[in-house]
């Protein structure tokens, strides 16, 4: 919404200055306040200075964004969508595939209104402060050709945070990114086509970046978001660098797939020489981490011995 980028700067703007902007009246701009209420934002109105939004918003910039992609990037980037408001960024990847625009999809949004994250649990999602961004990757050799990939996109989570200064990152098996044991960021796959032969991935990463004035009380696991570990992001660049990661990760994926990784994962496993409960629906098997594999399975040392898993809810013993 065009009022948005006016208020985005935190300021005050009076009536007559947003419709002359905007070229409608003042009762237009009223109507058009009234609908940002549905995105959770806090407008503040005084009179005779006008209408601010407190706090001011960093909105994303798809031209801006694409200046700051590494050239491999965004040669290869195809259609790229910002959703002001969306159900979810991976349902719209879904739907570009259906449709045959899947080559190099990619779309970000600035607030979810029904993201998910990994079975089924509900991901938080406050107006223009946090990253929700989807892309399609396409595989020739069917599922058996995924393993270990959401280890994989992990790792280039990792890799574009570090560019900005996070250090204590660590990584959780399967598909988390941990801030000193906080969730910072999730991993979402869904895979479309023959699970035997050509088929689509789409990879969907949902970020903390500024979790302030979102409603966090459902939130039932420790949390963590960039702006208390390194202040205020420039949230265009992190996408961007984040979007240039994830091309990389996936042409070294493609080439080796997680065994290209798997060293360099492995440096950031919180789970390493712990003591874990893995859950496999109404079972559960303890043990201790030795590592992964070189196909990103979780290796578990047992009192019935060593083994292998390459799915299920992995939590740390007694935690």
Same mark, same amino acid.
């Given at each position: 919404m065009e009022i948005l980028s006016i208020l985005a700067d935190g300021e005050y703007h009076s009536g007559e200055e947003i419709g002359a902007l905007l070229g409608v009246s003042r009762a237009a701009v009223w109507k058009q306040l009234q609908k940002l209420e549905g995105f959770e934002l806090q407008i503040e109105s005084v009179k005779g200075r006008g209408y601010r939004l407190v706090g001011g918003l960093d909105l994303l910039d798809g031209d801006r964004i694409r200046g700051l992609l590494s050239v491999e990037a965004e040669l290869a980037l195809g259609e790229f969508t910002i959703f002001p408001q969306i159900?979810?960024?991976?349902? *719209?990847? *879904?739907?570009?595939?259906?449709?045959?625009?899947? *080559?190099?999809?990619?779309?970000?949004?600035?607030?979810?209104?029904?993201?998910?994250?990994?079975?089924?649990?509900?991901?938080?999602?406050?107006f223009g402060r946090n990253i929700y961004l989807s892309q399609v990757w396409e595989f020739q050799a069917g599922a058996s050709a995924l393993e270990g990939l959401s280890l994989s996109v992990g790792l280039a989570v990792v890799r574009a945070l570090t560019k900005f200064g996070v250090t204590g990152l660590g990584l959780k098996w399967p598909n988390d990114i941990l801030y000193r044991d906080k969730k910072m960021a999730g991993i979402l796959l869904e895979m479309q086509g023959d699970p035997s032969g050509v088929c689509q991935v789409i990879?969907?990463?949902?970020?903390?970046?500024?979790?302030?004035?979102?409603?966090?009380?459902?939130?039932?696991?420790?949390?963590?978001?960039?702006?208390?570990?390194v202040g205020v992001v420039d949230r265009n660049a992190l996408v961007a660098e984040l979007m240039s990661a994830l091309y990389l990760v996936f042409q070294e994926f493609s080439f080796g797939g997680f065994s290209a990784h798997k060293d360099e994962w492995s440096r950031y496993d919180v789970f390493a020489g712990r003591p874990v409960r893995v859950q496999l629906g109404q079972t559960y098997i303890e043990g201790v981490v030795t590592g992964v594999d070189r196909s990103g399975g979780l290796i578990l040392t047992t009192p019935e011995g060593e083994r292998v898993f390459n799915g299920g809810e992995v939590s740390l013993r007694g935690a």
């Amino acid at each position: 919404m065009e009022i948005l980028s006016i208020l985005a700067d935190g300021e005050y703007h009076s009536g007559e200055e947003i419709g002359a902007l905007l070229g409608v009246s003042r009762a237009a701009v009223w109507k058009q306040l009234q609908k940002l209420e549905g995105f959770e934002l806090q407008i503040e109105s005084v009179k005779g200075r006008g209408y601010r939004l407190v706090g001011g918003l960093d909105l994303l910039d798809g031209d801006r964004i694409r200046g700051l992609l590494s050239v491999e990037a965004e040669l290869a980037l195809g259609e790229f969508t910002i959703f002001p408001q969306i159900d979810s960024t991976n349902n *719209a990847a *879904a739907t570009a595939i259906r449709e045959g625009r899947a *080559a190099g999809y990619c779309c970000i949004a600035e607030q979810q209104s029904a993201g998910r994250g990994r079975r089924g649990r509900e991901w938080r999602s406050p107006f223009g402060r946090n990253i929700y961004l989807s892309q399609v990757w396409e595989f020739q050799a069917g599922a058996s050709a995924l393993e270990g990939l959401s280890l994989s996109v992990g790792l280039a989570v990792v890799r574009a945070l570090t560019k900005f200064g996070v250090t204590g990152l660590g990584l959780k098996w399967p598909n988390d990114i941990l801030y000193r044991d906080k969730k910072m960021a999730g991993i979402l796959l869904e895979m479309q086509g023959d699970p035997s032969g050509v088929c689509q991935v789409i990879v969907g990463v949902g970020l903390n970046v500024d979790m302030t004035g979102a409603n966090t009380a459902g939130i039932s696991q420790p949390w963590a978001d960039l702006a208390e570990v390194v202040g205020v992001v420039d949230r265009n660049a992190l996408v961007a660098e984040l979007m240039s990661a994830l091309y990389l990760v996936f042409q070294e994926f493609s080439f080796g797939g997680f065994s290209a990784h798997k060293d360099e994962w492995s440096r950031y496993d919180v789970f390493a020489g712990r003591p874990v409960r893995v859950q496999l629906g109404q079972t559960y098997i303890e043990g201790v981490v030795t590592g992964v594999d070189r196909s990103g399975g979780l290796i578990l040392t047992t009192p019935e011995g060593e083994r292998v898993f390459n799915g299920g809810e992995v939590s740390l013993r007694g935690a």
